[in-house]
């Protein structure tokens, strides 16, 4: 039998371990964005603000206390997230207003988000470890036409937005203006 000066590091090993794939377990991503809200889901000011959805798809609650979103590479430590649960299989809106706001029922980022894309992403408390992100950028947005990842695990813009909900399905991507060479017409 082992001396018992050997069974704490071990419960240790083993409390550490536990807490290593409890958050493991919990994965964090920004499910759907609006980057151009002009009629659709309005903040309580009355306003059409864009709007930022994270989903826990793992099994165990996370405290996003220390989380952070941001538009901007060099500054991964934008908004901050206040103290709060976000249950398994539970969404969390954020809107993307410039507001700032992180208490109430209401969260609101320090930015705003540009509809001809740039750099998004979620952060980890570590302050340098993108939860998810979408970089260099994402792609040119469309009014009132969300993008986040659809059916199959792959990006897809969402004509009928679901903040709070699952997404369905989606599209690819918008079909350029067709050029004709000479021009078209007499």
């Known amino acids: 039998m082992p001396p018992p000066h ?3 590091p071990v419960t240790l090993l083993l409390v ?3 807490l290593t794939i409890s958050q493991a377990s919990a994965q964090l991503y920004i499910s759907e964005f609006l980057a151009e809200n002009n009629d659709g889901l309005r903040d309580r000011d009355g306003d059409p603000s864009d709007w930022i959805e994270i989903f826990n798809s793992g099994s165990q609650a996370v405290d996003l206390g220390g989380y952070y979103l941001t538009d901007n590479p060099s500054a991964l430590t934008k908004w901050s997230f206040p103290s709060l649960q ?6 969390l809106l ?4 410039g507001k700032d706001r992180t208490e109430g029922n209401e969260l609101h980022t320090n930015f705003k988000l540009n509809g001809d894309g740039e750099y998004l992403a979620l952060v980890q408390p570590d302050g340098s470890t993108a939860a998810s992100d979408f970089a260099p950028e994402y ?9 986040g990842v659809g ?7 969402f004509d009928k937005p679901t903040p709070g909900r699952g997404n369905g399905s989606g599209f690819g991507g918008f079909v350029q203006d067709t050029k ?6 007499f």
Do not use: C, M, T, W
């Open 6 to 8: 050997r069974s704490i």
């Open 16 to 18: 550490i371990g536990l």
């Open 86 to 91: 976000l249950e398994p299989r539970q969404f």
């Open 94 to 97: 954020v809107f993307a207003s």
């Open 139 to 147: 792609p040119d947005q469309r009014e009132n036409i969300s993008y």
């Open 151 to 157: 059916a199959g695990g792959k990006f897809h813009f």
């Open 180 to 185: 004709f060479e000479p021009n078209r017409g």
